[in-house]
């Protein structure tokens, strides 16, 4: 019997792939796996991608519907990027037509017609001083203008412009509108590649970095980069990238949030000009399924995006790069929960090329691995310029009065550093004014109404706000309760640590960088510019700080709180506090300067915090990695964490409680199952919520009894009760 039928992945909460005649005047020869198809699904129509063609269906022959239209002359999906998601899909027990669909460009899910390839290139057209004469007084044309001057008769691409922070919106079509700037469409372009400028120096590690992995470019290998902050990863990447392209094949580098890399995309774009494409969600639907295909088709062969990106089918991969691997954003929370990290690796080892994970802080699992000999140790100890490492201290805050949270010998070394005219910096991880507000007469809380959370005081916009649910209400001029004006905030966020700082230090430039300071496009880079260009200046900000920027005149850092992460209920709570501390820490002394980072504790006995202080990250995290053995936490045992939630309490708990015992019938069961228990969070966007926690020694063990849960869950009645969720390798129970 020929294979004429086609089996099709659809967008559905449904573990099985669908079965369908070809489309009528279509052969199934013509359907190559990897080809989206329209097809009928219920009462409407979806857009599915051909996973195999194969010769009989479960479904009786008289009930199978054929489908409506092939998409794809050419399959958009390579056979080998259809293994991957299985896998993917496979190993997360997740519904494999999710995965496939997750896959696409959002527009590709939609539409039936692919984008054509060409784009518009935009070109100078009158003498150089005519342009810049005639947008003196707009600066965003202005910048436009140089930009393009910059690039002479070739012009630049829509995409290009765009990737690089241009406006390519009213600013552009203003030019061409004077007729300063013409367009044209791009040909065909030949992914040649012409590097731009040459590489740095690289001292003795960085070498031997290199020629590791070099060396390794023609099968998998799994490295792991620790560079200490100012160590020179990014110029190993590029060096690396380098003899990929002239191999004529493709770069992959995830970063963990696009808008916190801006140098790394800087210097990216500075080595290999065109040749790079940036995926971030500032894209348009449009552009970014014009990035996602010539990736796929080798037009731009260094792709820099984030998780998402581990999907893209980019055309022959030579090296994937993880950069910043402890991030825990990597890990996807809803939907889908995979972790691109880690899903790096093994489309590494399916591509037969190598993975390199960079870190100044490497997760707990990545140094397991390296003990375990699955990956490789490269560090990079020597700090750029010979820069010596930062003193870091802790600072006893026990007894200590606080102003704004702040002890006085911190004050102290603000106004000495600031003296100097140098640089320092305050990091606190909580943004707005205060976590609280209160009532001193009655006791009342800015509770949240629709989570087990307190709403944030934020006095700049005069609003109370669940950070975790983004409820608002105006702040009460007197208490809602009892109506008595005795309103309080109670602790620091960093709207409060920079006023107070501000009228403290009122002849300083003092720069706030928090999720509000920044909320407006571009805004960080502008921030961040005033910081490079004042001598003495004064920084407050929260984890925003501590990624991807270089801070080099900052030569103290205060840490307001460490003590959130050391009796978390949370078991990686501590190792996320010493990355943390240490990614603050490495912003300082990069220059010639040595830096010194002040850390306030009512702890400072504990015993980690003191390794972490006393013999750095690497100490710590053999420590810590010690502790997780003893306990037979991750990455001593591997977890499964069965969510459910519901607008009343009982029915998750229910549910999971059923859940709990079928498991315990099952034959050979070598799973632990811990809960159900409320989640630490029981109460989040008005719905109640709990979880059960399923873990054991060895994935073999655990996987097994994951698809038969999966199984059982797409039949079990009481899993219609809740909205339930199945994540694998969790790396958050809250
Ligand atoms: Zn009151
Ligand atoms: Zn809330």
Redesign the pocket.
Known sequence: MPDDLLRVALPAPLPQLFDYLPPPGVTAAACEPGSRVRVPFGRGQRIGVVMQRVACSEVPHSRLKAAIALLDEQPLLREADLAFQRWAAAYYHHPLGEVVSAALPLRLRKQDQPLPLREPVYCLQVPEEQALRAVARAPRQRELVVVLLRAGADGMARTHLRDRGFDVGLPLKRLQEKGLVGVRESQSVSGAFVPRSAGHALNAEQTAAVDAVRAALDGYAAFLLEGVTGSGKTEVYLQLAETVLQQGRSVMLLVPEISLTPQLQERFAQRFGDMVSVLHSGLGEGERELAWQRARLGLNRVVLGTRSLVFNPVANLGLIVVDEEHDTSFKQQEGFRYSARDLAVVRARRAGCPVLLGSATPSLESLRNVQQGRYRHLPLTQRAGGARPPVIDLLDVRDQPLLAGLSAPLLKELARTLDAGEQAMVFINRRGYAPVLA?Y??G?VSDCPRCDARQTLHRASKLLWCHHCGSQRRVPAV?P??G?A?LHPLGQGTEQVEDFLAGRFPEVPLIRVDRDATARKGSLDRLLARVHDSAGALLVGTQMLAKGHHFPRVTLVGVVDADGGLFSADFRATERMAQLLMQVAGRSGRGERPGKVLIQTRYPEHPLLQTLVREGYAAFAEAALRERAEAHYPPFAHQALLRAEANRPGPPDEFLHQVADWLRQLPDMQVELWGPVPAPMARRVGRHRAHLLLQAEQRPQLHPVLSRLQHHLAQCKGARKVRWSLDVDPVDTY
């Open positions: 009532c007469s009655c009342w208490c309760e009892c008595e005795d």
